[in-house]
C-alpha cells in the first residue's frame, strides 16, 4: 500500500513525548512490511538540519488557505534506521521557530499553522506525484486532513481510492479554536453551528478527526473503551459511540533498534537478560555520577525512577503526596527525569537538594539519560491519572527494570502483577488514583526486591515481554484494508 503518515512529531527529529515515537517506529516497520511510506512532518527551527543531513528537495508547495495562497519549501531526509523518506514543510512564517507547540500555553497561531500543515500534506502528495491509499494522521494537530480528504479531496484523481485513518493519542488535547477565521481558512463554507467542526461554540478538531475519518484507532484497546463510556473521552463520548464499529484499539509497539539493552550504544555497558551484572554495572555507575560513593553503595536500596512529561496527567500529584517518606526512611533511592510544570518541577529540586545520597533529579529533556535512567533503575514509576498507552513502562520491560504502574489505559493491557504463586506477572499495579494505594504498591515493590527467587522471577518475565513496533504494524495494516472498504 502506498501510506502517507503525518505527524507534528517524529523521533529523532522532533519530540516532545510518545507521538513522536509511535510515529517513526510505525513509519518503520510498515516500511519493513513492504508498504510504500511517505512521512510528512513541520520542518521546526531547532531541527538539527546537518546532523540528520536535510536536504532542499527544490520544490515549492502553493496551499490554499481561505481564498489566497501561501507557499511553503519542501525538505526531505531519511528516517535514521529505515528507507523511509521524510519530507519537512518548510515555512518561515508557520515553524521557523523554537520548540514544537510553544510551552507551556502553545503559540497563539497553533490553529492557523496546523491547518497549514494538513492542507499542505495534500498538495505535497500531488506534487510528488504521491497516490496514497492510506492517510493516516495523528493526534488534533493533523485531525483536518480527514475532512479536508473528504471536502476538497475526493474528486481529485491522486486521492479517488485513499482512506482516511485518525489515530487518537490523547483525548486531553482536542485543539478547540475560534471557528469563523478558522472555518473560512480551510474553506469549510458557511454552515457551522450543528456541524460537525463545531463543539460548544468552537471549532474542534478532533472532533472533525473522529467523523470524518474511515477508521478512528487509538494507541490501547483499554484506552478505546474508556475513551466511550467514561470521562476518558473529555466530552466527545457520543461522537466516539457514533462511530462504535470503527473505533479500534492498536497497541503501539516499541521500536527495538532503539531500545534494547543488548544494542544501546547510550549505555556506559550494554547487558541482557543473561548478563544481569551489566544491569547492576549501569546502576553503580550512575549513582556514583551522581556523587554515591562506594561506602553508600554497600546499602543496597532499589531504585525507583521516572521519566515523564511532568503534567496531572502523569500522576505527578501522586508522587508529591508519597515519595518522600520511602526516600526520608531510607528505604529506596529516587531518580527522576522530566520537565514540564514549574510547581512540579521545584518539589523535584527540593527532594534533591534534601536527600542528596537518594535523590537524583533531572529537570529538562535528554535523549541519553532517558535511557541511562531506565536501564539503572530496579523500577519505573508510572503513576498516571489516564495514560492512551505509555511507552516508558514497555522499554522498562525490556531493559529488565519493573514498572510500578497505575491500572489505566495501555498500563493495565501491558502490566500485570507479580504473582508469587504462579510466578507469572511483569510488573506492580495499584487501582485507586490515591497515595495509599501507590504507596502500597511501593512497598510490595521493596519487598519484591528483597525476596528470592521471586525478583530474580519478575525479571526473567520483563524480559520475555515482546511488545514490537511489527505487531503493531501488522495490525495497522488490517485497519488500513478495513478503512479502504468504505471508499
Ligand atoms: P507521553 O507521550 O504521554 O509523554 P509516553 O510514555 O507515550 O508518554 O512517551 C513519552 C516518551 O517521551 C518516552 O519516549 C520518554 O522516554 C520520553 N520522554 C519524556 N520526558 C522526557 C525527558 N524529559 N527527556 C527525555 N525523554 C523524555
Ligand atoms: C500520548 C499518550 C501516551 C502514548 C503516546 C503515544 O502522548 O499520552 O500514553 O503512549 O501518546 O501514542
Redesign the pocket.
Known sequence: MNILLCSAEV?PFA????????AASLSKDLAKLGHNVMLIMPKYGDIDTNAFKLENTGHTIGVPMGTWMEYCGLWRATLPGSKVTTYFIQSAEYFDREGIYGNPDGFGDNDRRYIFFSRAVFEIAKVLDFSPDIIHAHDYHTALTMPFLKIHYKSDPHFFKTAGVYTI??MAFHGMFEPQQNMFLCGFGEFFNGSWFEYQGAMNFMKAGILFADKITTVSPTYAQEIRFTSAGEGLQSELNQRGPDVIGVL?GVDYSEWNPERDKLLPITYSKMYLGGKKENKRRYLAEHGVHEGELMQDLPMLGI???LTD??GIDLLEKTIEGFIQNGIIRFTM???GSKQYESYFQYLAAKYSTRSFV?I????T??HRL?ASCDFLL?PSKF???????L?ALKYGTIPIVRHTGGLADTIQEYDPASGKGNGIVFHQYSPEDFAGAIRRAVLLYNTQPHWNQIIQNAFGCDYSAKKCAERYTEVYAWALEKI
Open positions: 523521533t519530540k516532545a513525548g510518545g507521538l513522536a515515537d509511535m493519542h490523547n503501539n521519566v515523564a512529561r496527567q502523569k527525569l522530566g520537565t533531572h529538562g529533556y535528554n535523549n539519560i532517558s531506565i508510572v495514560e492512551p498507552c505509555g511507552l516508558t513502562q522499554y
